[in-house]
């Protein structure tokens, strides 16, 4: 089938200067907000955003942890600041060791990431109270208004931030771009006014005052920018209620903003609305802080999300008409160790959904101990995209052709959508979805038609787009004066080799890669991978056999050098890119990869990991492959040994909003299997244990202290043993009785209720240098 779409030229320029956020003065990079893209240093800006909790991880793994953030592609690093994690106590505030924002934000800065601090003071975040210390709740109030007894105590947090802060906003050369005030407040904008104007009055400073934008959030006019959100799955809603329209929406392409999804639990959904699903999209742009990376589980729903839907609702809201890609999380944590109550959601607090005491993983990218996700490697692909063509692909609309889906039921119809100006743009399909597969299309082929100067239509033949596939193809996109026509091939990034830009793209699986250049502008054309065709005025390579050799070398039309390498699936999810051996150079390694002002390491679990590099730095350009050597054995083996069997589940028990309740601290020493889990002696640091197992609810201690805990969903259980000290644990696990009201999806399989450890593993990271 023949798709259509017909790209406008812009209808005129952005509104601009109409809203009152301002830089500092003289900052060689001043950052503005047109009413659809964002600028820094007056060219449009994309940034990507990933959210970590300082306080969910320990301060002496922060930089490292940061590193890879930034080597996945992150530019902005966002935070709650956890009120209760820094006063749980009154008038004892607290930031020292894993508190320390300063610190934190001074490492954004030494790397060159931005910072976002999220202030408050009710942040949510999965987190007792929301945030707000037990002392406020109890004083004579009323939380998140303007009762003036509240915004005391607020007064005194908002005055502690800001010195904390003192000396790194942006005039001062700092890292602090944006603040968020409050969180998920829908109905109370003279609140959210008063708390910036209180924020400010402390000495915060920044460029961007943001808010959260869903639910038919009302704002302060002009005051916040509105930032929204998209999970593709929830923990939050009912056990029972099946995967939620407001979730899968978000494999649709669509230009309605808001999701009224995130957070119903804490809010009305049907009442009363504030404002209509785009009431800012005339003076706002697209710009997000919480496309879910992962998800949380609750006891009562335990959701398992997989990278190929991350990868999914990412590109698709780069089509949609993104501006800003926020995630939430980027990083999982761990809760800290509260002085006067565990640090959790939980029904006990009034809340309606019962968290983990301890895990706060999130199925982030990087887990709660830094563990290298799959979603890590789809994210960092897209991230390459947006850090070469963002700059592009900022300013161009979103358009979608006639023919789409009817509604969310329809999974016949191909999703798809062009970002363009009129001229030239970017294609974008999704075919994926969770829980329910989306067919094979095939036949399948485009006609683009651009206003702003004919059309393009592609492939030269038509393809299948298989089910699964989430990709952007390129349209008209110039590379140092060659016009690439179209590529059935995603653009990851450029790199300079020999004197010649090499645009590296990415194959789709199942559908061989074909280039079309304008004629016009190449001389001659190599291509030993592919096939070479000159047809109505382009250059056609196709049939291209995609891996580390695909390489496509062109002569411009005016004498220069051009060349496209076209890597294989799999193989573009092994790509870094970063400052190395003085210059910029792609690094290729199955495992993670860090660059550290001139220097590489590797994040790997082989014995003698090896990488690529291109172009290597001692072979004259073209990959270099290398091994390091072994640095000796990893750990040894862990031993499981069945001390207890487990004894009758507990009685199930609802709480709030009649969800069931996490089994009470009790039935760990009544009803419980535990296991006595031996470790070696010697432990290299980056060793996780790997816990295969079955039942409802896991906890693991050392003496009597709790260390680990876990609501079961399918997954390996894992347990970062650096957190540990090195002897024996012991490992509880309480079977789920037969009538409990909670969801656990189908990837558990059969027999998931019953308490038992089957086995454990040890795996070893390690953190390798290459010089």
Same mark, same amino acid.
């Given at each position: ?27 060689? /990079? ?14 449009? $800006? ?48 607290? =930031? /020292?060791?894993?508190?320390? *924002? ?84 829908? /109905? ?6 008063? *708390? ?59 230009? @309605? ?22 009431? =800012? ?23 398992? %999300? ?17 501006? $800003? ?29 019962? *968290? ?68 030239? !743009? ?69 790199? @300079? /080799? ?31 991978? !592919? ?22 070398? %062109?002569?411009?039309?005016? !004498? ?62 073209? =990959? ?32 709030? @909003? ?20 031996? *470790? ?36 390996? $259980? ?54």
């Amino acid at each position: 089938m023949r798709h259509h779409v017909r790209v406008p030229e812009p209808s005129g320029p952005p509104l601009t200067g109409h809203l009152p956020f301002a830089d500092a003065p003289g900052v060689p /990079d001043p950052i503005e907000v047109t009413s659809r893209y964002l600028t820094r240093g007056g060219r449009p $800006w994309f940034p990507v955003s990933g959210e970590f909790h300082y306080t969910r991880y320990p301060v002496e793994e922060w930089e490292e942890e940061l590193l890879k953030m930034k080597a996945g592609g992150v530019t902005v690093v966002a935070s709650y600041l956890i009120w209760i994690h820094h006063e749980e106590i009154e008038g004892r505030i607290r =930031f /020292d060791g894993d508190r320390d *924002l300063r610190r934190f934000a001074e490492l954004c800065a030494r790397h060159g990431l931005d910072f976002i601090p999220r202030i408050g003071p009710w942040v949510h975040a999965e987190v007792r109270n929301g945030g707000l210390p037990d002392w406020v709740l109890a004083r004579d109030c009323v939380p998140r208004t303007d009762d003036p007894v509240y915004l005391e105590a607020v007064r005194t947090w908002f005055a502690a931030v800001a010195e904390q802060l003192r000396g790194l906003d942006r005039g001062h050369g700092g890292p602090v771009v944006a603040v968020q005030i409050e969180n998920e407040l829908y /109905d109370q904008p003279g609140h959210l006014l008063t *708390l910036k104007r209180m924020a400010q009055e402390a000495g915060l400073s920044a460029p961007l005052w943001t808010s959260t934008a869903w639910g038919g959030v009302q704002l302060p006019p002009d005051e916040l920018l509105p930032l929204y959100g998209g999970y593709t799955e929830t923990f939050w809603t009912e056990a029972d209620g099946g995967w939620p329209d407001t979730c899968r929406k978000h494999f649709f392409f669509t230009h @309605q903003r808001d999701d009224e999804g995130i957070g119903s639990d804490l809010r009305p959904v049907t009442s009363v609305r504030g404002s209509a699903p785009d009431a =800012f999209a005339d003076r706002f742009p697209w710009a997000t802080c919480e496309l879910g990376g992962g998800m949380a589980v609750s006891y009562h729903r335990r959701p398992r %999300v997989e990278a190929a839907d991350i990868a999914a609702l990412g590109l698709t809201k780069i089509g949609c008409g993104s501006v $800003w890609q926020g995630y939430y999380m980027f990083h999982g944590g761990t809760n800290p160790v509260g002085e006067v109550s565990s640090l959790q959601e939980s029904h006990a607090t009034g809340y309606p959904n019962d *968290l983990p005491v301890l895990t706060y993983d999130f199925q982030a990218p990087l887990g709660e101990y830094g563990q290298y996700r799959d979603t890590y490697d789809e994210l960092r692909l897209q991230h390459l995209l947006l850090a070469d063509f963002g700059h592009l692909i900022a300013p161009m609309r979103s358009v979608l052709p006639s023919v789409r889906p009817s509604g969310q039921a329809d999974r016949e119809t191909l999703r798809w959508a062009v970002r363009g100006d009129g001229d030239s !743009g970017f294609l974008f399909v999704n075919n994926h979805q969770p829980h329910e597969a989306l067919p094979d299309h095939p036949e399948t082929s485009f006609t683009v038609e651009f206003d702003g100067g004919g059309a393009v239509s592609l492939p030269s033949a038509p393809v299948t787009v298989p089910s699964g596939a989430t990709f952007c193809w390129p349209l008209r996109l110039d590379v140092d004066g060659v016009r690439l026509e179209w590529a059935t091939a995603q653009p990851v990034c450029r790199v @300079q /080799d020999g004197g010649r830009t090499v645009l590296v793209l990415a194959a789709v699986d199942g559908i061989v890669p074909e280039l079309a250049l304008d004629e016009g502008t190449v001389g001659a054309v190599s291509a030993p991978s !592919g096939e070479v065709a000159y047809v109505d005025g382009r250059v056609v390579v196709s049939g291209v056999r995609a891996g580390v050799e695909a390489l496509v070398e %062109v002569e411009t039309a005016d !004498g220069g050098r051009v060349a496209f390498l076209v890597l294989d699936a799999a193989t573009a999810r092994t790509v870094y890119r970063g400052e190395v051996w003085g210059a910029e150079r792609l690094v290729l390694a199955d495992g993670g990869v860090v660059f550290d002002r001139g220097e590489v390491r590797l994040h790997s679990a082989s014995e003698r990991p090896s990488f690529s590099v291109f172009p290597a730095p001692d072979a004259g350009g073209g =990959f270099g492959t290398y091994t390091l050597p072994s640095e000796g054995a990893f750990a040894g083996e862990a031993t499981v040994t069945l001390v207890r069997s487990a004894g009758d589940a507990p009685e199930p028990v609802t709480g709030v @909003q009649g969800r069931a309740s996490a089994p009470a601290d009790k039935y760990f020493d009544a009803a419980a299997a535990e296991y006595r889990v031996e *470790l070696p002696e010697f432990l290299p640091p980056g060793t996780l244990l790997r816990l295969h197992w079955t039942g409802d609810v896991g906890r693991a201690y050392v003496g009597d202290v709790l260390v680990a805990d876990q609501f079961f969903s399918g997954r390996v $259980w894992e347990i970062g043993l650096d957190r540990v000290p090195v002897g024996e644990l012991r490992v509880k696990v309480l079977s789920a009785a037969e009538g409990a009201a909670v969801y656990v999806p189908m990837e558990a399989g059969e027999g998931w209720r019953k308490a038992g450890i089957e086995r454990v593993e040890l795996v070893t990271v390690r953190r390798r240098a290459v010089r």
